[in-house]
């Protein structure tokens, strides 16, 4: 995103964001909060973010080059369909037991669909995860 000569600069900007961030944002939240409204604080938010986002599309060059790589549909099925059933499952106990067949079936499919997909990351060429570098 930056020329490598600027990249010292930017790195003490974000720096010094990230360090007064914490300090000033639940001041003026607090002050904002107490005097007005809760609802000032998006009133505050939203333009500043309105304007920064502006400034940087007109200013931020891409210095990276773009590449074409082509989707692995397979992968991306059994991924989301996978970590999906695993999350229904997991967030579907305290409501209905682990003994419930729904509940098992999907955290079931949902681990053999996640197997499935790390089984076709390592045998394809162009996936989502490179499980030979991990």
């Known amino acids: ?3 490598p000569h600027e990249r010292g600069k930017y790195m003490g900007i974000f720096g010094l964001v990230i360090g007064l961030a914490p300090a000033i944002g639940p001041t003026l939240s607090g002050y904002l ?8 604080l998006f009133h505050v938010v939203a333009p500043i973010a309105a304007v920064t986002f502006l400034i940087g599309f007109k ?11 082509p989707i692995d549909f397979i992968s991306v099925i059994f991924s989301v369909l996978g970590f999906g059933g695993l999350l ?7 409501e209905k037991g682990f003994d419930n ?8 499919g949902g681990i053999a669909l996640v197997a499935l997909f790390g089984i076709t990351s390592i ?10 570098c991990i």
Do not use: A, D, H
Request: proline share 2%; aromatic share 12%; glycine share 4%.
């Open 59 to 69: 200013t931020i060059k891409n210095v990276g080059t773009t590449i074409k790589v």
């Open 33 to 40: 909060v107490e005097y007005f409204n809760w609802r000032s």
């Open 101 to 108: 067949p729904i509940v098992l079936v999907s955290m079931i």
């Open 88 to 94: 229904y499952g997991t967030s579907s106990i305290s």
């Open 1 to 3: 995103m930056f020329q």
């Open 123 to 132: 045998s394809t060429i162009n996936t989502i995860i490179k499980f030979c």
